[in-house]
C-alpha cells in the first residue's frame, strides 16, 4: 500500500530555515510526481509545490515562490522541500502527496512547521 511518511518539521526563527523530507513506499517512486501542500488552523488546503516525476519541471506557490526549493531523489525513493527565509505565516502542517496537486488521495500524516520567535 501506498505510505508517505514526512519528517523534519519544528520550530525555527522568523528568517530561518528547515528541510522536510517525505519517504515513499508501496509504488514505483520514479514514475509519479509529488507535492507538498500545507494547511494552516483555520485555513484550506494550500498546494506549496509540485515536481515531475523525473524533476523536469516544478511549481510554486505565490507565497513560497523563491523561498522554498523542492527536489527529490528517485534512488532513495524521497522528496525534500527546502524551506529558506522562513515567515510566521508559513506556519502549518505540512503534507506529503502522490500526484501533481492537492486531488490526489494519497497523503502523509504531516509534519508541523513553527515559525515564531
Known amino acids: 500500500q501506498v505510505q508517505l511518511v514526512e519528517s523534519g518539521g519544528g520550530l525555527a526563527q522568523p528568517g530561518g530555515s528547515l528541510r522536510l523530507s517525505c519517504a515513499a513506499s508501496?509504488?514505483?517512486?520514479?514514475?509519479?510526481?509529488m507535492s507538498w501542500a500545507r494547511q494552516a488552523p483555520g485555513k484550506g488546503l494550500e498546494w506549496v509545490s509540485g515536481?515531475?516525476?523525473?524533476?523536469?519541471?516544478?511549481y510554486y506557490g505565490d507565497s513560497v515562490k523563491g523561498r522554498f526549493t523542492i527536489s527529490r531523489d528517485n534512488a532513495k525513493n524521497t522528496v525534500y522541500l527546502q524551506m529558506n527565509s522562513l515567515k510566521p505565516e508559513d506556519t502549518a502542517l505540512y503534507y506529503c502527496?502522490?500526484?501533481?496537486?492537492?486531488?490526489?488521495?494519497?497523503w502523509g500524516q504531516g509534519t508541523q512547521v513553527t515559525v515564531s520567535t
Open positions: 508501496g509504488f514505483t517512486f520514479s514514475r509519479f510526481a
Open positions: 515536481i515531475y516525476a523525473d524533476g523536469s519541471l516544478t
Open positions: 502527496g502522490r500526484g501533481w496537486g492537492t486531488s490526489s488521495g494519497y
